[in-house]
């Protein structure tokens, strides 16, 4: 009698496992991110209606962690316009958690690291030997580190289908003032994950 009790607990657990280890397919990796953004000098959540100056827009894509929606690699780029601090290129990787809040609508954490072109918004000039010369617009690259928060829908097909997000960024920005070690940006995103039928379907 211990050893049929002992068997079927044993059946049970494998079939327990074998179940939670099934992945159900709800991602495609490689979409087309596209975004319009509006950035703005601030500590996070500071005068919310300075988070829709400065417009810009992104471009990226993504790769599951986990075969899954939950877990992504994000690889972007995003420009930002800003006529009295100089416009901003920015090269960004985050790793996002995407739990599902009730499908298709999912929440969004993610942090990760970038680097970030400045551009002066006017020609600058330097003193040479053959007195002031040019130094153009560029600035200076800094190392940036961009943690967010979000929502959007995951609503997924075989076929192509569109993923439309909100994300809230608040970013760090190193070496952008001398006398402040890290500076602080925020970033308002609006933006979808366009996702195209695989060619191995």
């Known amino acids: 009698m211990r050893s049929k009790l002992i068997l079927s607990l044993i059946s049970v657990l494998l079939v327990y496992e074998l179940k939670a280890q099934e992945t ?24 919310p209606s300075f988070n829709f100056q400065n417009f810009g827009i992104g471009i990226g894509t ?26 901003g290129l920015y090269f960004i990787t985050q790793t996002a958690y995407r739990p599902y809040l009730g499908n298709p609508f999912f929440g969004e954490v993610k942090a990760g690291i970038g680097y ?3 551009y002066r918004p006017s ?21 940036v ?33 001398p006398d402040i070690p890290w500076s602080p940006e925020t970033l308002m995103q609006f933006g979808t994950r366009n996702h195209f039928k695989s060619w191995k379907d």
Not at 25 to 38: A, C, E, G, M, V
Not at 64 to 79: D, Y
């Open 123 to 143: 020609e600058s000039f330097s003193p040479g030997p053959e007195g002031w010369q040019s130094r153009g617009r560029k600035g200076k690259g800094m190392l």
């Open 116 to 118: 970030k072109i400045a």
């Open 62 to 87: 993504e790769v599951s962690h986990s075969s899954g929606h939950n877990w992504v690699q994000e690889f972007s780029i995003w420009w930002s316009g800003n006529k009295t601090m100089g416009n």
């Open 145 to 177: 580190i961009p943690m967010g928060v979000g929502v959007g829908v995951h609503p997924y097909r075989e076929n192509f289908y569109t993923s439309p997000f909100l994300n809230y960024q608040f970013i760090l920005v190193k070496g952008l003032n």
């Open 24 to 47: 159900v397919k709800d991602y495609r990796n490689f979409p087309l991110t596209l975004s319009i953004q509006f950035q703005n000098f601030a500590m996070a959540f500071k005068k």
